[in-house]
């Protein structure tokens, strides 16, 4: 049987646990966790011990399969735990199917391997965990997926998160699960009750740094463009994420296309901005009506890419363009 993540709670609540679970998948936060799930049940079920074997050669798998046909020491009902690549081949192949099939009722194996390609979906080892077992393909959580996944992580963990800091919060953490879930025990430390917004999220990030990225977005509004170097210089320093410093930016180019609308960003709901703030963008009010927002956007996105590897080039370099642009400094 295949079974959705979501539905593993409910499958594992039957009166009789299945004899074999395949969990397979690339996203390590949520593999592990599931992990931990089968293991909880299994534990309530009477398995108190727990053999974790990671086959590479045709021996191996023989020591797998001898170990599951020999008794406990104790006489306890045991987990059989398998992490491989996902290729058995000819040798581990024939092992699962004999273990799924041979195994008796004081045996669960948890087969852990990463995403199966189609070829080895067809396998005969994983119609055999379909057929006597559960497998449990973890997919992926895609960007667009991420903010909601985010807002449900914290949610459980007893925090509510504005769209500003959920938007912040996924920038940093896109494809690194485990990153956001550090991130958000950070932030019940930080902020144990009330709502989130995205200056407990930079204060989660980098709460000692000399520099921080709203000073950087008033040097920007400012037009001072020798302070936005100088600032761009000590956060990269302090080893603050490139993310942060455009999700910065692209914020104040936001407020100023707002400003240029003829709204107020200081009356939008989400971040609370400082009197500070406040004078700052209202100077650059006039600065708006000429501001090149498709360049600047397109420089934006230029970064983006680089950070995340799609485009070649340095995003620090690009970050300096980006605020000399803003400044009302022309670059090519």
Not at 95 to 106: M, N, Y
Not at 137 to 166: S, T
Not at 288 to 297: D, K
Request: charged share 25%.
């Amino acid at each position: 049987m295949k079974i959705t993540l979501e539905n593993l709670d409910s499958y594992l609540k039957q009166a009789r646990l299945a004899r074999a679970y395949l969990l397979s998948g690339d996203e390590e936060l949520l593999v592990i966790e599931a992990a931990d799930r089968v293991r909880a049940a299994a534990r309530a079920a009477g398995f108190s011990e727990r053999e974790v074997y990671f086959p590479e050669r045709g021996s191996d798998w023989s020591d797998i399969v001898a170990s599951s046909g020999s008794m406990s020491l104790f006489g306890d009902r045991r987990i059989i735990e398998v992490r491989f690549n996902g290729k058995a081949g000819k040798e581990g192949g024939a092992a699962l199917v004999k273990l799924v099939e041979t195994t008796g009722s004081d045996v669960l194996l948890l087969i852990i391997t990463p995403r199966l390609e189609p070829a080895s979906q067809s396998t005969s080892w994983v119609k055999a965990i379909e057929a006597q077992g559960a497998w449990i393909p973890v997919w992926n959580v895609g960007a667009r997926q991420l903010e909601a996944w985010l807002v449900q992580r914290c949610k459980r963990a007893g925090l509510e998160l504005n769209a500003e800091a959920v938007a912040l919060l996924a920038a940093r953490v896109e494809g690194n699960l485990l990153a956001a879930h550090q991130e958000i025990e950070k932030l019940k430390l930080l902020v144990p009750t009330g709502t989130v917004d995205a200056a407990a999220v930079l204060a989660a990030v980098a709460h000692s740094a000399r520099y921080d990225v709203f000073i950087l977005g008033e040097a920007v509004l400012n037009g001072d463009a020798a302070r936005a170097a100088h600032v761009i210089a000590g956060l990269r320093g302090e080893g603050v994420e490139p993310t942060l410093i455009l999700w910065s930016l692209v914020r104040e180019l936001r407020n100023m296309w707002s400003l240029n609308r003829g709204d107020d960003p200081a009356r939008r709901p989400g971040l609370r901005m400082s009197p500070v703030q406040i004078a700052a963008l209202e100077g650059a009010r006039r600065r708006s009506v000429r501001m090149p927002f498709a360049r600047l956007s397109s420089r934006a996105l230029r970064v983006d890419r680089m950070i995340k590897g799609r485009l070649a080039g340095d995003p620090w370099d690009e970050l300096l363009l980006l605020c000399s642009e803003f400044c009302g400094l022309r670059v090519v």
